[in-house]
């Protein structure tokens, strides 16, 4: 199984952009990166995925590098709501969707 | 709409015994995961349910089985109990496709003694 490795944690200052990376050197053409974060005594809540192409929605932006082997999830401007447990993960679309997690990032935002 | 609804929130078991434990997924989404997630290791995939049939299976031993219902509702179950089964156990459901978001529940917070 192809897996993921980030930094064990980060810090980011309140209102400035935040730019969380993973490295996913086996990737393979089927896997779909996604990325989730967890709050204190929640599940993980889903923030964005992607393929080959960089993309944006309302929460953040996800840039994948053109051999697709790491990718960087982009806070805009963090919030203290932002202080969570960030997942990288691959999930593969040719055996049923199999999730592959990580250990996550520990990011936290300093006021 | 509602979420993903796991039940029982919290639950305490002595070694040897079995537990039984509930994932209601949002409506219309046929296909429902499991995960164990404990300090040392981490987010685990167990398996993954798409309309009452297994698809994927984690390298978990044989003690840990599920089963998904004809409403997509799903059970997980372990049996014989260990220590190192306390844990957090999460459900997930999604819609048809493979490449769509998880939406995960609050899980179950099992105890082992």
């Known amino acids: 199984d192809a897996k993921t490795t980030q930094p064990n944690s980060m810090e980011s200052n309140e209102e400035e952009p935040v730019h969380l990376p993973c490295n996913h050197s086996?990737?393979?053409?089927?896997?779909?990166i996604h990325w989730y974060r967890q709050l204190p005594s929640q599940g993980p809540e889903y923030v964005i995925h992607?393929?080959?192409s960089n993309v944006n929605n309302r929460m953040a932006s996800l840039a994948i590098a053109e051999d697709r082997k790491s990718s960087t999830l982009i806070l805009h401007r963090a919030t203290l709501r932002d202080a969570a447990v960030y997942y990288c993960i691959l999930r593969d679309v040719s055996n049923a969707g199999k999730s592959t997690f990580g250990d996550g990032t520990t990011l936290t935002v300093k006021p | 709409k509602a979420g993903v609804t796991q039940t029982p929130r919290y639950l305490i078991k002595t070694r040897g015994q079995q537990v039984t434990l509930s994932c209601s997924p949002i409506s219309g989404h046929r296909s429902v995961s499991w995960y164990q997630q404990t300090p040392g290791q981490g987010l685990q995939f167990l398996f993954e349910y798409f309309s009452e049939t297994q698809r994927n299976k984690g390298n978990f031993p044989g003690r840990f089985s599920g089963r998904q219902f004809s409403n997509s509702r799903s059970e997980m179950n372990v049996s014989t109990l260990e220590l190192g089964d306390s844990a957090l156990y999460l459900c997930a459901s999604m819609t048809d496709s493979n490449t769509g978001e998880l939406f995960f529940g609050e899980g179950s917070r099992l105890t082992v003694l």
């Open positions: 086996t990737i393979s053409g089927t896997d779909y």
């Open positions: 992607g393929l080959t």
